[in-house]
């Protein structure tokens, strides 16, 4: 963005509310409706990429601790393109099971599944190492709080 | 990461999109819609912009509805010093704010994933024509569509 770009705009608000239930409402709708029947296949599939991986990101940056696994938003990939996860496990190398424990979080996932994933899904492989790794050091620091809360700057400098 | 422009000092300055709690501006203080009591709305979403380090500081305010599984981008309002050109504090809060409606539009469910929908003002019609590169659909109902939207999102929110 440059200063250039500055909004010439002098309105403080934006928009009129729109009305819905009314004829031209619903006019406008088929109207959308249409366009969205218009998609190619192609451009679905990028918009269902788009969408999944803005969620993931929500999910990184909320304050939501743990309630979603890496292997949540596997399956939330899969089920959007109707892959079967026996399908899937093949394709990548890895036995159903093995797929299966890490979709249950049984499983850690490693930089290079994450590598696969990020090239399959078209998306940045620390987006998901990241999740992997805010789930855990949440678990972590319930578990062992007391042994962590310990240390301190001022104890080590002062041993 | 995202950023509004700092007119006065020349800078981009670092904010944040969250959902709206607790009080909000009021119209004494020149917003013109009582925000307190619009939060409330059923099927509604409210988010405020805010400077990262100041959260007492709102730049700009965004209603999204979802209808008909359609987001409807029903209200938004630039904070008082925001809009004026004389006096204007702060540029891109309406482009960081339509950008994360439309980012929004992304994760919504059924056919209208990836529409950002809304009643212009008639006098903003070519305005978002132009700068946000909005589709006029119907009389004052525009959209944004996935493409658009996507490189509003790219420019203004990360």
Known sequence: MNKQEINKNKEQVLTNRMDVGTREFNEFQAILLNKSKERSNERKKMIELMALKFKMEDYLHSKDKHSKLVGDFLKAYLNAFEIRQNKFAHYIGL????????????????????????????????????????????????????????????????Q | MTYIYDLGNSKLIEVEIVLASGKMPLKKDGWKFNWNKLIKEKNTKTYILRLKDNSQSIEGILQLRIENDMLIMDTIEIAPHNFSSSNKKFDYVAGCLIAFACRESFKIEGNYKGFLTFTSKTNLIEWYKKKYGATQALGQRMYIEDSIGLKLIEKYLY
């Open chain 1, 95 to 158: 036995r159903p099971s093995n797929l299966t424990k890490l979709i249950k979080g049984e499983r850690s996932l490693n930089h290079e599944l994450a590598l696969v994933f990020g090239t399959i899904f078209g998306n940045d492989p620390m987006l998901w190492l990241n999740i992997q790794d805010k789930n855990k050091l949440y678990e972590l620091s319930k578990i062992k709080r007391k042994e962590i809360k310990k240390y301190s700057l001022d104890d080590l400098i002062n």
